[in-house]
């Protein structure tokens, strides 16, 4: 037992130091790129990757929503992946599509309210990623 409680809180230390890696990454580069799409794509993340850890951590969401959410959280964080994460752009444009594939799913069972409550960043970028029920 004692094994395994030191191992999940090994794996659970590595997976907070790597989401707060890709959130300073992402700060780091809205500060450098210049206006565009690529700035606004990237400013998606850290609002992102805040909204599934409210969304995954609200009791107002339903279990079901939970799941998806948290599931493709961990593919994306997870180094085994059906693109390799070493392919130049497409490597990792498969652990953005899961986070957006899951959001966009998860949504429909989420109200609206609660959706819009976890949301950090402004509603006309929540409904770039999750569609029209945002707007």
Excluded: C
Excluded at 32 to 37: D, I
Excluded at 44 to 59: A, N
Excluded at 85 to 97: H, M, Q, S, T
């Amino acid at each position: 037992m004692g094994w395994f409680v030191s191992h999940l809180a090994i794996g659970l230390g590595l997976l907070l130091a790597l989401w707060l890696g890709l959130w300073l990454a992402a700060v780091l580069l809205i500060r450098v790129l210049p206006e565009g799409a690529a700035r606004s794509a990237i400013s998606l993340l850290p609002s992102t990757l805040t909204l599934f850890q409210r969304l995954i951590r609200s009791r107002a969401v339903p279990r079901r929503a939970r799941a998806i959410l948290l599931l493709g959280f961990l593919y994306a964080a997870s180094p085994v992946t059906i693109i390799p994460d070493f392919v130049p752009v497409i490597g990792k444009l498969d652990n953005f599509l899961a986070l957006v594939l899951a959001l966009r799913w998860s949504s429909k069972m989420i109200p609206l309210a609660v959706l819009l409550e976890a949301w950090p960043g402004k509603r006309s970028q929540l409904t770039l990623l999750v569609g029209k029920r945002a707007a």
